[in-house]
């Protein structure tokens, strides 16, 4: 087969992979609304230069991505599925780019394989589905860190330069400085690691540098044209926030990106780990230094976030990409029969494999059996999202028992035909992930948020107020279709409950906060359904 032909193939898998069902299910709080409600309000206020959430500067993050949904948005309508559609084309973009430089630095099996690893992984796949900043922000990280393993060899070394200027610059224009400071400590631990400036001439860093500079320092030149220091000052306030505080919740401990990593990225992320060769084995020295980039790329990311106070599951993505292509590594030095597949990672992959499995299995479980799991559940807004009318079937266990057995069936296929074993597994996972995000997934959000979304949505268009209380959303803005406020003040909770409200004012908070918004006369109860409560001030 032609390699045109393989990158066809792959861009239409990932186009049947990624593209249908985007919209099948509400977006998920905080992120991903959070990032489509500022794209919405982008269209409503004609405002395109500054983003900004309940009408007011929201400086945590850059346009980038927000101005790719507000494109998407203008074509497909405001909804689910035109907030995701960004990503669904950077999961193509990712694929195609896989393959494209695991070719150029391995060889042909080893484009192949990096791209069905990371297809075949649970959260690498999965985040291609969803309307969060970080796809976009990863494939931009990688692609910079490509080009700066070229740039140390390349003769003409000028595009190098300029395409990894871009992508940096995008980067910060994507999610901020965490871009430069991620790739500063990947270049800064590769000549500690080399001991060697060799190859990066002054002239060669200048211009990449400068080509980020330009790229990055675009829109902030030109938000400080138009309005001032402060709103990038509070930018750069709040992305240190990040490094040294706990920002909304979102402390744990510091082994919790390992554990997701080791969880969310099977089985690449056991099938990663070096093993011994069994012959002698000469790499060519480019293919030995792209390795050790993705060894540094790995190590900086899973250090870095582990270290800074805030952590969410998002934050260590970038991970996997390296992840990925160390597998699919030595993946193909088992294949051409240079090492050998420990019985450790075997059991590893059976172990994490069943983990996975009995997810599957429990959840239908739990489904049909909430009312005798409720006695043991202590938090009243848990108990309240099970009365969620989800239907559920003991058959639907199946996927669970049959996704085990394709689990069983790949490991022993790896031992006795090893090219076939590795082709099932990704098959296995591939099914297993589809059948998650399409079967699934809609059933869990039914339980954690519907019934308050489709409170929301009931006001839509309504001449009214509508207000959280006790709790942080952004479902609210976004399914509400909340247009920018005539009475500024009208954004204080206190006001909307004991000021002049000029408007009918209905407020939704979770069953936590029931007794107290029953104690307050103004208020009147509406009803509560799965952990929510309704109310309307009098």
Known sequence: MAV????????LLGALLFLPALGAVHLFDWDEINFAECAREMIVSHDYLRVQIDYLPFWEKPPLFIWLQVLSMKLLGVNEYAARFPNALVGIATLLSLYHVGRRTGGERRGLLWTGFYLASWLPHFYFKTGIIDPLFNLLIFGAVYQLYLLRTSVRWLPNALWGGLFLGLAVLTK??????????????????????????????????????????????????????????????????????????????????PIVLLIGVFPASLLMIPTRSKAAHRHETGEKDFTRWMWILFWVVLVLFSIVKTKIVHYSSLCYFPMTYLAAREVEAFLEGRKTLRKGIQAGLLFLG????????????????KK??????????????LQADVPWSYWEC???????????????????????????LFAVQIIAIQVTLLHFTPKIEAYSQRAAI????????????????????????????????????????EWLRTGPVDKPTFFVAKITEKEKLLADPLLKFLGEKNGFVFFERK
């Open 454 to 493: 489709a409170f929301f949505k009931s006001k839509a268009g309504q001449d009214v107020y509508v207000q959280v209380v006790g709790y942080k959303s952004y479902a609210q803005l976004f399914y509400f279709r909340k247009m920018s406020p005539q009475t500024p003040a009208s954004r204080s909770e």
């Open 354 to 369: 069943t983990v996975w499995a009995i997810i599957l299995i429990a959840l239908p479980v739990v489904g049909l059996n």
């Open 372 to 385: 005798a799991l409720i006695p043991y559940i202590a938090d009243p807004f848990a108990v309240g999202n």
């Open 4 to 11: 045109y032909q393989r990158y066809g193939l792959i861009a």
């Open 398 to 424: 199946a996927w669970g028992v049959l996704y085990l057995a394709g689990i069983w069936a790949a490991l022993l296929l790896l031992r006795r035909k090893p090219q076939k074993g590795i082709w099932v």
């Open 176 to 257: 901020g400085p965490v871009a430069l400071v991620v790739t500063g400590l990947c270049f800064a631990v590769y000549i500690i690691r080399t001991r060697s400036f060799a190859g990066f001439g002054f002239g060669r860093l200048l211009a990449f540098a400068g080509i980020t500079l330009a790229v990055a320092s675009s829109w902030f030149v030109v938000e400080v044209a138009k309005h001032g220091w402060w709103f990038v000052r509070e930018f750069i306030a709040y992305q240190a926030g990040l490094f040294s505080q706990n920002i909304a919740d979102h402390e744990e401990p510091w082994y919790y990106h």
